[in-house]
């Protein structure tokens, strides 16, 4: 390994615990900068000793490996979720009678605005797409200046996900 590969790993190393330092007070805060001095050492012991690791300083496998899983951890409360692709594509449109999975995403978002809108949304989510459905959404769609059809087309879905995820941002469920 090179003199700049060595580097790039304890840099990568540091970083790690720089992070985790951030949640955890008891590892001393170190720069990222590529050199295993006294800092880094410090603070691998003290990363070692709060975690019941052997105190020795080394980043040896078992210490990198704790260190990479808590720094996974932490970062992936900070990612943002995961999106699914629910609508099938840019052709497609959701009519009355529709049984669909789609359909049933809508009868929740209906759901989850009901309050927003004043709909009276059914607790019950068949999966068919209703003529009560159409109705809501025909009022979703005036509201953001499309035509009435009570269809969901592209259109009509990136409102309608967008209102909901405007719902989700102000909701009670977010901590």
Request: hydrophobic share 30%; proline share 3%.
């Amino acid at each position: 390994m090179t003199e700049a590969e060595n580097k790039a790993y304890i840099r990568q190393f540091q970083n790690y615990l720089y992070y985790i330092s951030i949640k955890d007070a008891s590892i001393p805060r170190i720069v990222p900068d590529g050199i295993y001095g006294s800092a880094t050492k410090n603070a691998v012991i003290s990363y070692q000793r709060s975690r019941g690791l052997r105190q020795t300083g080394d980043a040896d496998m078992t210490t990198w490996q704790s260190v990479k899983d808590e720094y996974d951890r932490i970062t992936s409360e900070y990612a943002p979720p995961v999106s699914m692709c629910i609508f099938p594509g840019y052709d497609y449109t959701v009519k009355t009678g529709e049984k669909s999975d789609v359909s049933a995403v809508i009868q929740i978002i209906l759901h989850c605005l009901s309050g927003e809108y004043g709909f009276t949304a059914s607790e019950n989510v068949s999966g068919i797409y209703s003529e009560k459905d159409a109705e809501e959404i025909k009022i979703l769609q005036g509201i953001h200046g499309l035509q009435e059809t009570g269809f969901v087309d592209i259109y009509t879905w990136n409102c309608i996900c967008s209102d909901y995820n405007l719902f989700c941002s102000m909701c009670e469920y977010r901590s």
